[in-house]
C-alpha cells in the first residue's frame, strides 16, 4: 500500500467519523456496553475457575499407621511413599501432634479428652499431597495396600463431591463465555452494519467511478479499528474501576475467597477487551460491507 493512499486512507476514516458523529458515537458506545459486559463475566469465569483450582488444591490424603509400626519401618515406608507417581509431599504427624490437634479442634470442649489420662489413641500418620487432584484415589488405593498403613483417606464421599462441582463451573463457564462472546460478535457487528447501511449511497457512488472493492472497503475497516479501540479502551477503563470496586468488598467481607490479583491480570485483561473490540470493530465493518459491494 503507498504511503499517500494510506495517508488517504486515515484521513478519510476522521473525516467520516467527524461528519457520522452521532452513528459513531452510537457504534462506540455499543462496543464498549458490550465489551464491558463481556468483560465482567470474563473475570467472573476466571475467578470461579480459580476457586475450584484452590478446592482441589487442598484435597489431602491422611495415612493412618499401624500401631505396631517400628520407627525404622516408618522412615522406610515415608520414603517410598515420596518416590511414588504425582506425590508431592510428605509429612508425618506423631501421636503427640494428632492429639495437640485434637485439643485446638475441641477448642471449649476439649475436657472430653480428660478421660483418656495418659492415654493415646490417635495413630501416627502422614498427611499427603498429590500433583493433580484426580490422582488422588489411585495413590490412596496404592498405599493403603503397603505393610504398616492401617488406612489411607481422603475423604472419598466430599472428595467426589467436589470433584463435580468444580468440573461443572468449568463447563458451565466455557459456554456462558462462548454464548456471551457471540452475542457481543453478533451486537457489534449489527450496530457497524447500521452504520455502513447510512453510508451506502456513498459506496455506490464510489463503486460507479470505478473504485476497487479494497479501496472502497479500507477506510471502513480502519474506521471499525479505531472505534472498536474507543471502545475496547472505554469498557476496560470502566471494568478496572468495577474490579477494584469488588475486590474492595470481597476482601472486607470473604477474606478466604481466591480472588485474582488485580495485577496484573487486569493488565492482561485490559488487553485482550481492547484487542477483542479492534479485532469485531474490522471484522464487522469487512462483512458488513459486502452486500453493498454487490453494484
Do not use: C
Not at 276 to 288: D, N, R, T, Y
Amino acid at each position: 500500500m503507498k504511503l499517500r493512499t494510506s495517508e488517504y486512507f486515515i484521513t478519510e476514516v476522521f473525516h467520516s467519523l467527524r461528519r457520522n458523529n452521532w452513528m459513531s458515537f452510537a457504534s462506540v458506545g455499543t462496543v464498549a456496553v458490550s465489551l464491558f459486559v463481556l468483560g465482567v463475566f470474563l473475570t467472573l469465569v476466571l475467578n470461579m475457575n480459580r476457586l475450584a483450582s484452590s478446592l482441589e488444591s487442598e484435597v489431602q490424603i491422611s495415612v493412618y499407621l499401624e500401631d505396631s509400626i517400628k520407627t525404622s519401618a516408618r522412615k522406610d515406608l515415608q520414603k517410598d511413599i515420596e518416590k511414588m507417581q504425582g506425590i508431592e509431599s510428605v509429612k508425618y504427624v506423631s501421636r503427640e501432634e494428632a492429639k495437640e490437634r485434637l485439643t485446638e479442634r475441641l477448642g471449649d470442649q476439649k475436657y472430653l479428652l480428660d478421660a483418656l489420662g495418659d492415654q493415646n489413641p490417635l495413630p501416627e500418620s502422614f498427611e499427603l499431597t498429590v500433583a493433580q487432584p484426580d490422582m488422588v484415589e489411585t495413590a490412596a488405593k496404592a498405599i493403603e495396600k503397603m505393610d504398616g498403613v492401617e488406612a489411607a483417606k481422603y475423604g472419598q464421599d466430599v472428595v467426589k463431591h467436589l470433584f463435580d462441582i468444580t468440573r461443572l463451573i468449568r463447563v458451565f463457564g466455557l459456554a456462558l463465555m462462548v454464548l456471551l462472546a457471540a452475542a457481543t460478535l453478533f451486537i457489534i457487528s449489527n450496530t457497524i452494519r447500521l452504520t455502513v447501511f447510512a453510508r451506502r449511497k456513498e459506496v455506490a457512488i464510489m463503486k460507479y467511478v470505478g473504485a476497487t472493492d479494497w479501496f472502497i472497503r479500507w477506510p471502513f475497516v480502519l474506521e471499525g479499528v479505531v472505534m472498536g479501540f474507543v471502545g475496547g479502551a472505554l469498557a476496560a477503563i470502566a471494568l478496572r474501576s468495577f474490579y477494584a470496586a469488588m475486590a474492595a468488598k470481597i476482601y472486607n467481607t470473604l477474606a478466604f475467597f481466591p480472588l485474582m490479583p488485580q495485577y496484573p491480570f487486569m493488565n492482561y485483561v485490559t488487553v485482550a477487551i481492547i484487542l477483542s473490540g479492534m479485532a469485531i470493530g474490522a471484522l464487522g465493518s469487512a462483512i458488513s460491507l459486502k452486500r453493498f459491494l454487490k453494484v
